[in-house]
């Protein structure tokens, strides 16, 4: 069983940075591979980012590549999600997830889901 409770969302204008914390409990923290989806309003819940265990190899949805990063401190059993350019499109719930699945960059592939943080982009 893993907890994830993630942080760090908030209110931020057009081009600034947030950098959102998900913070896992359990002790094979480091077995897994960790992925940030995100929901907006009305719209499905879709993959943002993915890491697998070893931290080694990542991967990115087209609209954030190049703004968003992702990493893990696996001595913290945390990962982070550095976003950096925010725009007002990047308004949703931001999810931590964790799995072991090949299918890092859907919903299906993904066992453990935190409560989700607030982030919006003001224009």
């Known amino acids: 069983q893993v907890q994830l409770v993630e942080s760090g969302g908030g209110l931020v204008q057009a081009g600034d940075s947030l950098r959102l914390s998900c913070a896992a409990s359990?002790?094979?923290?480091?077995?897994?591979?960790m992925g940030w989806f995100r929901q907006a309003p009305g719209k499905e819940r879709e993959f943002v980012t993915a890491?697998?265990?070893?931290?080694?190899?990542?991967y990115y949805a087209d609209s954030v590549k190049g703004r968003f990063t992702i990493s893990r401190d696996n001595a913290k059993n945390t990962v982070y999600l550095q976003m950096n350019n925010l725009k007002p499109e990047d308004t949703a719930v931001y999810y931590c997830?964790?799995?072991?699945?090949?299918?890092?960059?859907?919903?299906?592939?993904?066992?453990?889901w935190g409560q989700g943080t607030q982030v919006t982009v003001s224009s």
């Open positions: 890491i697998r265990a070893s931290g080694g190899t990542t």
């Open positions: 997830a964790a799995g072991k699945s090949i299918f890092l960059s859907t919903s299906r592939g993904y066992d453990y």
């Open positions: 359990g002790r094979t923290f480091n077995s897994y591979t």
